[in-house]
């Protein structure tokens, strides 16, 4: 017992930590495709495949349980949509960062040099959050009107201190034509080469434009969607859909494996409030 307790803090305190935060910013200036033998590919003592059980794996994730703004949520037009918190954004330019897969999809880290209010931002009731990076879940997290999308990106945001404060998300699904934001991506790495990473410029302001700048959407007061659970993340859902191309979102499943969180119930998160 006292074995299976403390393998569990060791297994706690080196897992990768999921959606949305995510620790290697500081890998960077990258030449090429690279394998990193540093990569922390820790298994997570949590899985999407049992996420009912996930406040009884460990002390630190009683929130996953007992926690009043649980993310992810079911969201429809009878909620309306928020004329509160409307965001303006600071994402112009390319940006440099690490391409890799989180171990359920692809992702990128914006390369940072130690501050982040150098990094793309957006502003929302006088409050700047800085993005750290995006990864993508499939199926999409949250529901809307009771349809889930393919696909769902999540653009992490902080505070000037590094604190998580706002995801944006972005629902995907397959369209006519390619995404621009996609099409700025090399060759998609899959979710079992963990160690691979590659330096890319993105411009961001790319996923922005394809859902009208956040011009119709939802938000809430909700959490991460894998353990710890923590809360205090507002979450901006846009309502425009963001669209691929059909082999664009071919590669994007092929690199991801189930990561959605079941809905929770709604409770204390104050829906456009
Ligand atoms: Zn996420």
């Known amino acids: 017992m006292l074995f299976s307790s403390l393998a569990l803090l060791a297994a706690s305190a080196t897992a990768v930590v999921?959606?949305?935060?995510?620790?290697?910013?500081?890998?960077?200036?990258?030449?090429?495709?690279?394998?990193?033998?540093?990569?922390?590919?820790?298994?997570?003592?949590?899985a999407y495949e049992a996420p009912f059980n996930w406040g009884k794996l460990s002390p630190e994730y009683r929130l996953c349980q007992t926690g009043t703004q649980q993310s992810?949520?079911?969201?429809?037009l009878g909620n309306g949509l928020s004329l509160n918190h409307v965001p303006t954004f600071n994402y112009a330019g390319p940006i440099t960062g690490n391409f890799f897969?989180?171990?359920?999809?692809?992702?990128?880290?914006?390369?940072h040099n130690g501050d982040w209010t150098s990094h793309p931002s957006f502003t929302y009731d006088n409050e700047t959050l800085y993005l750290t990076g995006w990864h993508i879940h499939a199926p999409a997290d949250h529901s809307v009107g009771g349809d889930r999308s393919k696909a769902e990106m999540h653009f992490v945001h902080v505070d000037a201190e590094g604190h998580e404060g706002a995801v944006l998300a972005f629902r995907l699904d397959p369209g006519n034509f390619n995404s621009t934001f996609f099409d700025q991506l090399p060759a998609m790495v899959g979710f079992d080469e963990m160690q691979t990473e590659e330096s890319v410029?993105?411009?961001?302001?790319?996923?922005?434009?394809?859902?009208?700048?956040?011009n119709e959407f939802w938000t809430y007061q909700g959490?991460?969607?894998?353990?710890?659970?923590?809360e205090g993340i507002r979450w901006f859902i846009a309502r425009q859909i963001m669209f691929t191309g059909v082999e664009q979102m071919q590669a994007i499943l092929g690199a991801s494996t189930y990561s959605a969180r079941a809905e929770q119930e709604v409770w204390q998160h104050r829906i456009n409030e």
């Open 18 to 46: 999921g959606c949305p935060q995510h620790s290697n910013n500081k890998r960077s200036h990258l030449q090429g495709r690279q394998t990193d033998p540093n990569a922390n590919t820790t298994q997570n003592i949590w």
């Open 223 to 230: 959490s991460l969607t894998s353990p710890p659970c923590h």
């Open 101 to 111: 897969n989180w171990g359920y999809g692809p992702a990128f880290t914006v390369a």
């Open 201 to 214: 410029e993105m411009d961001l302001s790319l996923a922005m434009e394809a859902v009208q700048y956040f």
């Open 72 to 76: 992810p949520i079911a969201l429809s």
